[in-house]
Each structure stands twice: as structure tokens, then as C-alpha cells.
């Protein structure tokens, strides 16, 4: 799996980083319960986020993408909703290609989130279950690339594989004390 992640979106990772479970929303669920703080997250987004971040006793803060910017994530309105949520670290839920817009992120705007992210004490939880089925044009860029230390990359082989019933699903943590800390949430 770390060689999967390394050669296809060109992480630096290692076995020791690499959570699996019984899929990409329970992975979300839990790394959800190891982290403090509320979530963010963009609408439209997934159905399941918002109840899985109310499940774990998280605040949910949402921001609209915008239609005319073609669904790409505003730094201003991120920054809008970091002013709402608590101080202190928060998570953003961001789903690269997103569900149910089919948005694919560009390089510079997953940069952008990345380095405001890492300025602004939060982690990013990067549901990338769809990165893998882009078309003639379109490249997947993944957070990690840009914010290695406070991204958590989650993902799967059902989608990219059709395999609707075969939930393996796959959470790559970083290197350092934050993916300690969700590791050891998982332990417990």
C-alpha cells in the first residue's frame, strides 16, 4: 500500500504510516474520533461527513463552493469558517475528486488549502477515493504533497476497481505525532 501511495502520487511514505480497515468511511469515522477540534467542510459534499463528524461529538462548520469558480475551494471562505470554529486544531474534510460535484481540484488550489491549512492549525482529511478515476485532462494532486505533516490521505480500492461490496479501505497518517496520535486512537 505505501508503495502504491508513493508511486502513484508521489508521497514519501513507509508501511509504519499505513491504517486499513473495512473502508474509507469508517477509516474517516475513526481518525475523526482520535483527532480534537470541530470540522469544516465545503458543501456540497458527501452525505455521510456531517453525521460522522456529529456522531463523534464534533461542531460541524461548513463553507459553499462556488458554482462559478467551477466548485475549486475559496481561501476566503475557508478563512471564514476557521473564524467560526473553535480555537485551537480543527479538521477539513476534503473529498479530491469530489462527490457529488465530480470537481477535481487543481494543483494550485490543493497548494493553497495545504499551506493555509498548515498555518492555521488544521489537519486535512483528505478522502481521495475517487483520485484515481480522472479523464483525458485532468490530474489528481493529493494535500500530502503539500502539507505531508497534517494531512491524513484516506481512500479505497472500491471505487477505482468497481468492487461496491469489497470495503477495504485505507488511511495513510503522516510521519510525525499526529499520525502517532491517530494510530494510537485506533489501538484503543
Known sequence: VSHFYNHH??????????ILG???KSLLYAVMHSLP???ILPIPAWVSYKDQAKLNGRRVVTFQLDYESGYQVSIDALAQARKQASPGPCMLVLTNPNNPTGTILSKENVQEIAEYCRENEIYILSDEIYSLLTHDGFSHTTP?????????VLGGLSKIL?????????????????GEKIIDGFRH
Open 9 to 18: 502520487f508521489n508521497l514519501d511514505t513507509d508501511a509504519d504510516q499505513i
Open 162 to 178: 468497481s468492487l461496491g461490496g469489497w470495503r477495504i479501505g485505507v488511511a495513510v497518517v503522516p510521519k510525525n505525532k499526529l
Open 37 to 39: 477540534g470541530d470540522v
Open 22 to 24: 473495512v473502508g474509507s
Open 144 to 152: 500530502a504533497s503539500f502539507n505531508p505533516g497534517g494531512t491524513v
